[in-house]
């Protein structure tokens, strides 16, 4: 059964480095996403990605953040600067088929927990 | 933000009886609901989901019930298996929008 990947499972940094978080959607899908848990926390939605640019984002997702599909498969999140309340497990998501229904179900991948010190 | 609220931290269930886990919602703009499983170290698993134009949608050992008039929705298990032991994610999504909403997760557990 397809599924989501994600690199590296986890990732130890130090505050003020940048961190890539790297993701394999499933492939024929069209519409990718970023969501982080912070520890004891609820999942939240960071940023969606369709056609190549930046379909919808929320307040976390600030300059800091920057998402690219560098090529056909991977989907990458990047964290310029990290700061301490980086720290959290962050989810790659993909949904949705060319020709499909306008509103698919979002597959999530494994997460990357991420420590920034 | 409490858009999305899953009021019960945790629930214990005999195995063999039904598991029923509840999400409340506050934002009438939400239109598509879904549950996720989630066992630790792993990302959310898809469950079932439920569109508003309906009120129950089923598949196997799962059932999903959705009032509108209520803003409530629940998801029932039966009959409640071990393997089911995980934290369950209530999430919903507005017409035109991509984000899903999730709640704060409910951990189930089955007892044998």
Same mark, same amino acid.
């Given at each position: 059964e397809p599924e989501v990947t994600q690199t590296p499972s986890h990732q130890v940094t130090q505050m003020g480095q940048e961190v890539i978080l790297r993701c394999v959607p %499933?492939?024929?899908?069209?519409y990718f996403y970023w969501y982080r848990q912070i520890l004891g926390q609820k999942v939240e939605f960071l940023v969606s990605f369709y056609n190549n640019e930046i379909s919808e984002k929320s307040? %976390?997702?600030?300059?800091?953040f920057s998402v690219e599909r560098p090529d056909g498969s991977n989907f990458t999140l990047k964290i310029r600067s990290t700061k301490l309340e980086d720290s959290a497990m962050y989810f790659c998501a993909s949904s949705g088929l060319a020709g499909g229904p306008p509103r698919e179900t979002q597959y999530f991948g494994p997460g990357t927990r991420l420590l920034v010190l | 933000d409490q858009q999305v609220k899953q009021n019960s931290p945790s629930l214990s269930v005999q195995e063999g009886r039904i598991s029923i886990l509840n999400c409340d919602y506050?934002?009438?703009?939400?239109?598509y609901f879904l549950w996720y499983k989630k066992y630790p170290a792993e990302g959310p698993t898809f469950l079932i989901s439920i569109s508003s134009i309906k009120d129950k949608n089923e598949d196997g050992r799962f059932t999903v019930f959705l009032n509108k008039s209520a803003k409530h929705l629940s998801l029932h298990i039966? @009959?409640?298996? @071990?393997?089911?032991?995980a934290v369950y994610f209530c999430a919903a999504s507005a017409q035109g929008a991509q984000k899903l909403v999730f709640g704060q997760g409910t951990r189930l557990t089955i007892n044998p």
């Open positions: %499933i492939s024929n899908h069209l307040e %976390i997702f600030d300059d800091q | 506050t934002n009438s703009m939400f239109d039966v @009959p409640s298996q @071990p393997g089911d032991s």
